[in-house]
């Protein structure tokens, strides 16, 4: 199971329940947890009666005072460390897991409203385009569903399938060990589309149905084949394989996932950022980003080897 020992988490809010399963994950890892708050910098402005330096000292004493707090509602049950910081959330933090070698980041969100969809706020969209590490990504004030996890995976043809394939033992093995200290399953879900679907009944493709439907079984011949080899890989590492629930269903990657986690109820995702196929510095891949913006649901976000932060790349520029 992928083990975590540094988690650093950013609670925009103070959701027990989202705290209480950071340290159940924790526990489970033996990790260390510092919970922080990132406080605006003071403006560099005239101010003759001081009031900026006053309002910039009470702001990080309270941020102190809710760091205390949320400590204090777990003390029995682990010791957390806290930090104030400054600057813009999503910068600083990148720059802490860099500095410090945090390997997980938890974001807690602010509260939004239900009726909008959800999906992640804008400092939870940098952290998961930007931060070096694996980022878990938590709705606060959400309803409860079941334990089930969702592991999505994408085939990356264009990639090296070596590499391919070993990123998605790593997603399984998150999601595995997920979904064991939750007691749940994991839906190990892949949406194909034959190559070019979108064009096979264009009239310049000159096709017969019989070559439309030939090409089809092909494509959904290959996928299946694949599908099967990495589900088997997955059930081979699973401590119970009766666990491992396999989807393999033909359809676009974004509704295809949002409607397999709301039939199953399920209450996680586990995704990789971008392809392996990517260089250093890419951004966030379109269809990870549309699931990211729509869904409500807690996503555990992986990035793949050799992935560096485009902030640290503007650095060394």
């Known amino acids: 199971m992928k083990q975590f020992r540094d988690i650093l ?25 510092t919970v922080c708050e990132v ?19 009470l702001r990080w004493s309270r941020a102190f005072q809710r760091l205390r707090r949320i400590c204090d509602l777990f003390a029995s049950h682990t010791v957390i460390d806290y930090s104030v910081f400054t600057g813009v959330p999503f910068v600083t933090i ?20 239900m009726a ?17 590490c ?9 309803e409860r569903h079941s334990s089930d996890v969702v592991l999505a995976l994408d085939r990356e043809l264009a990639s090296g399938t070596r590499a391919a394939e070993a990123f998605a033992m790593t ?8 979904a064991q200290t939750r007691d749940g399953n994991v839906h190990v879900l892949h949406a194909w589309q034959a190559y070019g679907a979108e064009l096979l009944d264009d009239p310049e493709l000159e096709l017969t149905d019989s070559e439309r439907q030939v090409y089809r079984r092909q494509q959904q011949g290959d996928s299946e084949q694949w599908f099967k080899r990495i589900v088997q890989r997955i059930e081979s590492i699973a401590d119970d394989p009766v666990r491992v629930k396999a989807h ?20 996680m ?7 392996t196929s990517a260089n250093p510095g890419v951004l966030i891949g379109a269809t990870t980003e549309s699931i990211l913006a729509g869904g409500n649901i807690p996503v555990l976000a992986l990035k793949p080897p050799g992935f560096v932060s485009p902030l640290m790349l503007a650095r060394q520029a």
């Open 134 to 142: 694996t980022v878990w990504a938590l709705h606060p004030e959400r």
């Open 269 to 275: 995702l586990v995704l990789g950022t971008v392809g």
């Open 248 to 267: 393999l269903i033909e359809g676009m990657a974004v509704p295809t996932v949002e409607e397999l986690v709301e039939r199953t109820d399920s209450g």
């Open 39 to 57: 406080v605006e910098p003071a403006p560099q402005m005239q101010d003759n009666r001081g009031v900026i330096e006053r309002v910039s000292k």
């Open 94 to 113: 990148t720059e802490q897991v860099v500095q410090q070698d945090f390997d997980l980041v938890v974001h807690i969100s602010e509260p939004v409203q």
């Open 171 to 178: 997603l399984a093995d998150a999601a595995l060990g997920l």
């Open 116 to 132: 909008s969809g959800i999906g992640l706020n804008a400092t939870g969209m940098h952290l998961m385009r930007k931060c070096p």
């Open 9 to 33: 988490v950013y609670a925009e809010s103070d959701d027990q329940g989202c705290l209480e399963q950071v340290v159940a994950v924790a526990k489970a890892h033996s990790a260390a947890i």
